[in-house]
T-cell receptor, first 111, second 108 residues
Framework: NAGVTQTPKFQVLKTGQSMTLQCAQDMNHEYMSWYRQDPGMGLRLIHY???????DQGEVPNGYNVSRSTTEDFPLRLLSAAPSQTSVYFC??????????FGQGTRLTVV | RKEVEQDPGPFNVPEGATVAFNCTYSNSASQSFFWYRQDCRKEPKLLMSVYSSGNEDGRFTAQLNRASQYISLLIRDSKLSDSATYLCVVSDRNKLVFGAGTILRVKS
């Protein structure tokens, strides 16, 4: 039982490149979300999903796309990476209004 | 104004001390409340949920005041291993909103 698995753990991108951060859960939770964490800013919600086929924007959605074709997977796509997207990204899953379980994070650097 | 506000600290305390963290939230419709702990460069993990009646888990006590939109966390008999960042979290329907965190450093 892996819980929440994020890949990759580390990534360096050049400005303008695109990539997908993967998130998979085996906890059968309906709710999944992506956060970014920057120094002094706490975790900010990028996008979230309340079930397969349903996604919505969070606080900082610009430059990111998501899709939720299955309950288990919630990939985050960076369309054209920018240095401002250098951050630590966390995927989380849970049931509505209850504890969230986080992946180990992806440390992304855009140069 | 941020939805969830915390004093960033750091709080530097000796082992055995009692320390309290406070948090305020702006959305009066918020439904669930939590404290999470985050160790350096790790993912956040749930420390405890917060209930209106107040709740205690060992050395940790959490309080919620809905009228004042205020949440607190009290840590008694601080241990070196309590050194971490403590995140106040508020649930708003489908979203968890995080405070920026309070840094605690416990020193021997």
């Amino acid at each position: 039982n892996a819980g929440v698995t994020q890949t990759p753990k580390f990534q360096v991108l050049k400005t303008g490149q695109s990539m997908t951060l993967q998130c998979a859960q085996d906890m059968n939770h309906e709710y999944m979300s992506w956060y970014r964490q920057d120094p002094g800013m706490g975790l900010r919600l990028i996008h979230y999903s309340v079930g397969a086929g349903i996604t919505d924007q969070g606080e900082v959605p610009n430059g990111y796309n998501v899709s939720r074709s299955t309950t288990e997977d919630f990939p985050l796509r960076l369309l054209s990476a920018a240095p401002s997207q250098t951050s630590v990204y966390f995927c989380a899953t849970g049931d509505r209004g209850t504890e969230a379980f986080f992946g180990q994070g992806t440390r992304l650097t855009v140069v | 104004r941020k939805e969830v506000e915390q004093d960033p600290g750091p709080f530097n305390v000796p082992e055995g001390a009692t320390v309290a963290f406070n948090c305020t939230y702006s959305n009066s419709a918020s439904q669930s409340f939590f404290w999470y702990r985050q160790d350096c460069r790790k993912e956040p993990k749930l420390l405890m949920s917060v209930y209106s009646s107040g709740n205690e888990d060992g050395r940790f006590t959490a309080q919620l005041n809905r009228a004042s939109q205020y949440i607190s966390l009290l840590i008694r008999d601080s241990k070196l291993s309590d050194s971490a960042t403590y995140l106040c979290v508020v649930s708003d329907r489908n979203k968890l909103v995080f405070g920026a965190g309070t840094i605690l450093r416990v020193k021997s």
